[in-house]
């Protein structure tokens, strides 16, 4: 007995191609920002969606006018979803970018989209199919997941034609899968997305690492450039690189993340001044405000947790370590404390 979940919309049902223009935006608005080239476009627009829901997978298709597809990380945040989206493009096809990734679809192609990161592309007149894939099921099965955003399956390949008849295969005997059916269809849709797509995914991993070196040099130079603006947060980064909240946390997993990351680097810049001597005149609290640590016992606990000391013993250790050079300068006795680890940190190539 079928089981799935079915939805339509035709453009043509409703008064007004606009009105048919912002049912369709609202339609899509938890996968894509839509948009159209002027007033003649939306006067002009057509569509006609038809999606099945098989349990864990949803699969449809859609037939529109040229528009223009978004992504951003505004987008990413209010849909809540991070999910995959293959889609084969029976008509039409568009040109755009993926996180930095050109992508070109011609009819016949299939593309694959990561919803935790950022796109934009400029679709002309199309017929598509479109399956969305749960994350936790295709991710296990790939060595290169990051890899996949904006990856195209040409038509022409075997791998392509193999992928094409499938979807289509599915989505037309959508309407008659009983729950069983679907239950099966979901692990063997996921292993041969992954078998098809992966191996591309696989040989991008040095180009790929690459990238996210480049990006995170870029990401924490701006960083540093801007410790003391208080407006310096994950989602001030994100606008400013076109980034996904979710693809800059795993470019900065191994730093501690990215709020631990501007945390750690607003200390390191307080203690070099806390213990230069051209900020000895300066409270500490007054420094500690400038980075960007409006509350100063939190930012002494903090403070005691990265360097196993206060705020108020850096400056004086600081401080020995200085009268400690001058006494050896002048000949002097030594009588000063533990000032090698302040020499160490003065070191200037």
């Known amino acids: 007995m079928p089981s799935s979940q079915f939805f339509r919309f035709d453009g043509s049902s409703v008064s007004s191609a606009e009105e048919a ?48 597809f978004r992504r951003s990380p505004t987008t990413i945040a209010r849909s809540g979803v991070d999910h995959y989206v293959v889609q084969l493009y029976q008509q039409g096809g568009y040109v755009g970018e993926a996180e930095g990734r050109t992508v070109r679809v011609e009819p016949g192609d299939i593309s694959i989209l990561d919803l935790s990161r950022t796109l934009q592309t400029q679709a002309e007149s199309f017929r598509n199919l479109t399956l969305v894939v749960p994350r936790p099921l295709l991710e296990p099965l790939l060595k290169n997941p990051d890899g996949l955003h904006g990856m195209v399956l040409p038509g022409r390949s075997a791998l392509g034609h193999l992928l094409s008849n499938y979807l289509r295969t599915v989505y037309e005997t959508a309407g008659s899968l009983s729950a069983e059916d679907s239950a099966a269809l979901t692990a063997a849709t996921a292993s041969l997305i992954a078998g098809c797509f992966g191996p591309s995914a696989d040989a991008q991993e040095p180009v790929m690492a690459a990238r996210r070196g480049a990006l995170l040099l870029a990401v924490k130079r701006y960083i540093d450039g801007n410790l003391a603006d208080p407006d310096l947060t994950v989602d001030h980064l994100a606008r400013e690189f076109r980034l996904s909240r979710a693809t800059l946390a795993r470019l900065f997993e191994t730093l501690g993340g990215v709020a631990g990351y501007i945390r750690e680097r607003r200390l390191l810049r307080c203690l ?28 002494s606990r903090a403070f005691r947790r990265m360097f196993g000391i206060s705020p108020r013993e850096a400056r004086a250790e600081a401080s020995l370590a200085r009268r400690a050079a001058q006494q050896r300068l002048s000949g002097l006795p030594d009588d000063g404390g533990p000032v090698l680890a302040q020499w160490i940190r003065n070191l200037k190539g």
């Open 272 to 299: 070099a001044e806390i213990t230069a001597p051209d900020h000895a005149h300066r409270s500490i609290g007054e420094l500690a405000y400038v980075w960007g640590f409006g509350n100063e016992a939190a930012f």
């Open 21 to 68: 223009y912002w049912i369709w935006r609202d339609i899509v608005s938890v996968l894509f920002d839509v948009s159209l080239a002027d007033a003649k476009a939306v006067d002009s627009f057509r569509v006609g969606v038809e999606s099945y829901h098989l349990g864990p997978l949803l699969i449809g298709s859609a037939e529109s006018a040229a528009q223009q």
